[in-house]
């Protein structure tokens, strides 16, 4: 995040599972949302911005995005999401989705 790094990751559904996908895409998730944790340690002035970018949200919205998009402001973290129904997503990230944006 303080590098200016770009990481793709292709979780394609249909390269490596649906299990696989899920499991991999969570963690890296999980992981982004730790390190955007540990920036509470540097000034405000020094946090680079930074954006995720996630197709299929879906396949990863679990209950700590919720987490995520209440506090990404002041780490410097924005999101984008995408996925095509929001009947897909469970009903207490749907509510952090529309109550922070």
């Known amino acids: 995040m303080q590098n200016n790094k770009i ?10 599972g649906e299990d696989n996908s899920a499991m991999i895409g969570s963690f890296i998730v999980s992981q982004i949302q730790v390190e955007t944790m540990k920036r509470a340690n540097l000034p405000m002035n020094k946090r ?35 996925n095509q129904y929001i009947s897909q997503i469970d009903k207490d990230v749907r509510n952090a989705i529309f109550g922070n944006i």
């Open 7 to 16: 990481l793709l990751v292709n979780l394609s559904k249909g390269l490596i």
């Open 48 to 82: 680079k911005e930074f954006t995720l970018y996630i197709d299929e949200f879906q396949n990863f919205a679990t209950e700590s995005f919720s987490v995520i998009l209440s506090e990404a402001r002041k780490y410097k973290l924005s999101l984008a999401v995408a």
